[in-house]
Structure formats: C-alpha cells, structure tokens
C-alpha cells in the first residue's frame, strides 16, 4: 500500500482534485502578473526632447525636430549651431499610461537606470530559488508556496513608492525572490495529488490558459489604473488569496513522507477520500503507514549519490554542461521575447497583450506533439524555428518601416514569443528526464538558479536596442541556434526507462545517433547494436559495476 495505491483509493480525480487545479490556475495568474510586471511598468512611449524646459539665453532652432535626445541651437556668441542635451521630454502617453520612464524620464542618456534595476530582479530570482527551496524542505510545500507569493507581492508593493535607482533595485531585488519558487511549488502539489494519467493534459492546459489569461489582462489592467503605481498595487492584491489556501488544501503528504511524519500523510489522504466522497477502510492506512515504516528500515541503505556526482564521469558530465548551457540561453530568450515589444508600429501594450495568447497554442503543441517526435526533437525544433523566426523578426525591423508594416511584425513577434514558451516548456520535462531520480530534485533546483542567474543580462540585451533597434533580436537568434545544435548532442527519453542513479545516468542512451528521433526508425543504436550490459567505473572507490539496460 504505497502513496499512489492508497491515493487512487482515497481518489485521485475527483472534486478536491477540481479545487486543486482551480488554485494552481489562480496562482498561475498571479505569477504572470508578477512576472511580467517588468515589462507593464517600463514601456517606453515615443518622446521627443522638450523646448520650454532649454535654456532661455539661446534660441531654439528647428522647433518640429523629432530629436529624442538633443537638440540644435544658435549660439549668438559662438555664431554656430550647437547640440544641446535634453533636460526634459515630450511622451506620445498610450491612454495616458503613465510608465516608471515616463515619470522619473529615465530616457537617454539614464536608459541605462531602468535595465541595472530590471536585472536585480533576476539576482533576486536567483537567491529565492535557493532560499526558498531550502525552506520548502524545512518547513512544508505549502507554507512555502504561501510565503514566497507574498514575498514576490510585497516587493512590488515597495518598487510602487520608489522614485530612485538604488531603491527601485531594492524593490526589484525582493520581488524577484519568488519568481521560480511561487509556480515550481505549487506545481508539485499539483502533481502529487493528480492522477498520472490526467497530468500531463491537466497541468499544461490549466497552465496554458490561466497564465494566458493573466499575460492578456495585464496591459488593460494597467491602461485602466492609469499609472506604474497603481498597476503594482492591484497586480500585488490578489496575492493575499493565498492566505486562504490552508483552509482548501492540504500540505504535501510525500514532503511528509520524507519527513519520517507517516500518520500526518494518512491524515491527509483521510481528508481527501472525505473530500472526494470516497469510503476508505482504517485497514487501508494502517497498511500504508506499515508499509513506509518497513520502507524506512530498508533505505537505511540508501544510494549515497551527490550532484556533484554528475561532474564526475564523462557522460554525465557532459550532459549537465549541456543542460546548464541550455538553461541559460532558453531563461534569456524566453524573458527577452516577451518583453522586447517596442518598435514594431504597434502599441507595446496591444502586442503584448495579443501575443500572450500564444501560450495557450503553445501549451497544445507540447501535448499533442512531444510524445511523437521526442523530447530532444521537441527541444530542438522549438529553438531552431525559434531562432529564424527571431532573425528574421530583427532583419525585417531593420528593413521595414513598422508604422506600415506594423500587422507583419506583429506576426512574427508572436510566432518568436510562440516559439519561446514551447521551448521553455519543453526544457523543463527534458531536463528533468535526463537527471538522475536520485539527484533530480537538486539537479532541477541547480538548473533554475544557473539559468535565473544567466537572466541578469536580459535587461543589457533589451538595451543593446537603444543602438540599433534589430541587436536584441539577432543575438538572440544566434543563442538559440547554438542551443538546438546541443539538444542533437543529449539522449532522447522518451519511451525509455529513466536513470535512477548516477550509474544508471552514465550509460543512459549509450550508443544511440545524434540524429536519432522516435518519429524515425534511423539512427538508434542503443538496442540493435550495444550489449544488454554495460560496466562503468563507480563514483567513489572506481570498482566496475554492471548496470543492466532495460531493451
């Protein structure tokens, strides 16, 4: 009587599991406009410089100049032309949004304030991940969930009183603490309590359409408050629903389970078969609180297996390079496709709010395709369209004028922004495939922090733009490209038995093509051609172990 014995007697589908999913969809709205915030607040309007704010000792020349920066003036003592700077701006407000740019005018020659402040958002994101990872295995999933939410609430909050760069990266700093941890942890309790054959549809499209939801709402919300201010606080509201939900969930009964706490796991499965009208007999628990306890007494010879275990044999420590290096370029893209909004002859606002109706599509093609061409072909097809689409997106700014081409490249930022979440999507269930089981949680968790850590640089990339409009795009093109060639260099996972230790992990797809995808028959070698037996060197006292290969 194991947790998914016990749990599909106590019901594994039914109206807890309804309320269950009701919430992961409520906080996956919360964390889109957490999120994405970011992005509301910082949209830049057209602005050109200000001729009543010049100084009134020279006279100002070419009135209708669409200069943003400077200005031209005559100087009577010089008698020449001079080029002053700006002290302050003309902004084309959108329905008279006003944005933290157009409030503190950091344009110019202080553009730069807005991106050092937007990246400490990413240094944030980065420690919450650890932080709070650290406290989920403390002190349970769903205190931890709770707590990270209000964290990530309360620093915008804050960042809507900020009028400074030091305090506004104060503000970005505390917001970014929740930023993985307030959808990573809500998501496993999800996935504990649900049926495995109702996980992969009711996870991704719950995911799909609130997070949908919440990205389409945001620029409207914002149009309507009026001002950066007033969209952090009603963005950072609805946080405190989460104070509610001890009331409606129950705390993670395998968190309880590794916590030694057995009768607390029975007592939670108790409150679920009540929940769901399920008639459960006492002997069921009894069994299943027996059977963790003869569990127990046999782990006291558990695999003693680290992640920097990983590192250590050539396999798998090219394979989590490879993961490492993907992590990052997937996190930039990713950021750097649903925020590069500007310039495109559309309202910033509009084309956000449009485009973000491409996660749902997106969550669609991961179930309907992932299971037939693979996981590595999923991962790789994603970034490499992905990434001609992107290049193609900057040449196209570059070649084009946007206020008359405006409908095509609203177009092709969708289908960039498209191509992003599938191959964010996708990464997550590869990654976590290809890790070990024995090290998975910590390799995940590891994976996340380095990718976070690498999203500290989105920011500059969005900035390169200032230079020259198409930059952002091509250089993240070219990041992409390099991430689906690695893809070609990992196994595929599909329809295979996955590694449990780090034995198992260096041998994993042993002698199977680069070019090996499940849709195709060339190209794997794993079965026709490698032995049934494999032996490899151990991590710690280099004895050969035989590790068998399931064919």
Known sequence: MDFESVLEKCGSFGRYQFVLLGLYGYTNMLSSLHYFSQTIISFTPPHTCNPSNTPETYAYVN????????????????????????????????????????????????????????????????????????????????????????????????????????????????????????????????????????????????????????????????????????????????????????????ESAEWLLTKRQFEKAAQCLRRIAKFNGRQVDESVFDQFIKFYHEKLNEEQKTTSDTFMGMLRTPRLRKFTIILFIKSMIITVAFDILSRNMEGMGISPFKLFSYTGFTYLPAGITIILFQNYIGRKGMACASLFVGAIITAATGFLVASLNPAEHAVILAFMVGLGRYGGVVAYDAEAQYAAEIIPTSVRGRGMSNIHVVGYGFGFFSSYIIFLGTYYKPLPSIFISLLMFIGAALCLTLPETLHKKLPQ??????????????????CFKCGRKSIEETPDVAAIVSMENSPTTIVKENP
Request: aromatic share 18%; glycine share 8%; hydrophobic share 45%.
């Open 63 to 250: 009135g209708t100049s669409s200069a943003r920066c400077s200005y031209i003036e005559w100087d009577p003592v010089l008698q020449q032309d001079q080029e002053i700077k700006c002290q302050s701006w003309n902004f084309e407000r959108e329905s008279g949004y006003e944005s933290i740019t157009t409030e503190l005018e950091w344009v110019c020659d202080d553009a730069y304030k807005l991106a050092v402040g937007q990246s400490f958002f990413f240094i944030g994101s980065v420690l919450g991940t650890l932080f709070f990872g650290y406290l989920a295995d403390r002190i349970g999933r769903l205190p931890a969930c709770m707590l990270t939410t209000l964290t990530g609430a309360l620093g915008d909050f804050i960042t809507s009183f900020v009028n400074s760069l030091p305090f506004f990266s104060m503000g970005r700093f505390i917001s970014g603490l929740s930023t993985d941890t307030q959808y990573i942890l809500m998501y496993i309790l999800v996935f504990e309590y649900l049926s495995p054959k109702r996980r992969t549809l009711g996870l991704n499209m719950v995911l799909a359409v609130f997070y949908c939801i919440g990205l389409m709402i945001s620029p409207w919300l914002a149009f309507w408050v009026g001002t950066w201010r007033n969209y952090l606080w009603v963005a950072s509201l609805p946080a405190l629903g989460v104070l509610c939900y001890p009331c409606m969930l129950f």
């Open 501 to 518: 230790t780090l034995a198992d992990g260096e041998v994993f797809g042993k002698g199977e093509s680069w070019y090996y995808f499940p």
